[in-house]
T-cell receptor, first 113, second 115 residues
Framework: EAQVTQNPRYLITVTGKKLTVTCSQN?????MSWYRQDPGLGLRQIYY???????DKGDVPEGYKVSRKEKRNFPLILESPSPNQTSLYFCASSFSAGTYEQYFGPGTRLTVT | GENVEQHPSTLSVQEGDSAVIKCTYS??????FPWYKQELGKGPQLIID?????GEKKDQRIAVTLNKTAKHFSLHITETQPEDSAVYFC??????????????FGQGTILTVHP
């Protein structure tokens, strides 16, 4: 089944404790992206990757890191999480950037206390 | 950068009525406008999209219109059904050139269809 998977689905952590949210797709997509969803703000893009080893900032990259060492994986790293990073995070992938449908994962609900 | 404004934030209709959600964008270079539907507990899913060389596109009960001069686009759902209840997001992308990996979303509209 073609899909985007994220792990973990739920995470409660404390300020400053490094964490990684994994994202994997099995559709051989070139493009991958991370978003955060907050009430009243919609979906905001954190980082995106056009292909392996190519990443770029979205609209809200502060406090986040990403890497794209393999085509199928695009982990999101929070090196020192803060409470304002409490949010619902979505990973997405598409055949290519631009005018192609993005397929979203099921989301990761992160709480930072 | 691009800014997308979406209205209304909530919309309540009776089953069978029509629903209209409107978005405006700021960057005249944007030329691809998708709409995503998010059901409770799930990730968003594309329902329809439109490119700037087209003024209107239909797919069964849903349609999208685009006015490039005014920089706004709208989603129209006719004969609404309870299963249309969800959060709807509009988005804008340049479709090419620099920064075409960026996709900017609106704030979302919670649509409730009452039986």
């Amino acid at each position: 089944e073609a899909q985007v998977t994220q792990n973990p689905r739920y995470l409660i952590t404390v300020t400053g404790k490094k964490l990684t949210v994994t994202c994997s797709q099995n559709m051989n997509h070139e493009y991958m992206s991370w978003y955060r969803q907050d009430p009243g703000l919609g979906l905001r893009q954190i980082y995106y990757s056009m292909n392996v080893e190519v990443t770029d900032k979205g609209d809200v990259p502060e406090g986040y890191k990403v890497s794209r060492k393999e085509k199928r994986n695009f982990p999101l790293i929070l090196e020192s999480p803060s409470p304002n990073q409490t949010s619902l995070y979505f990973c997405a992938s598409s055949f290519s950037a631009g005018t192609y449908e993005q397929y979203f994962g099921p989301g990761t609900r992160l709480t930072v206390t | 950068g691009e800014n997308v404004e979406q209205h209304p934030s909530t919309l309540s209709v009776q089953e069978g009525d029509s629903a209209v959600i409107k978005c405006t964008y700021s960057d005249s270079a944007s030329n691809y406008f998708p709409w995503y539907k998010q059901e409770l507990g799930k990730g968003p899913q594309l329902i329809i999209d439109i490119r700037s060389n087209v003024g209107e596109k239909k797919d069964q009960r849903i349609a999208v219109t685009l006015n490039k001069t005014a920089k706004h686009f709208s989603l129209h759902i006719t004969e609404t059904q309870p299963e249309d209840s969800a959060v709807y997001f509009c988005a804008a992308n340049k479709g090419g050139g620099t920064s075409y990996g960026k996709l900017t979303f609106g704030q979302g509209t919670i649509l409730t269809v009452h039986p």
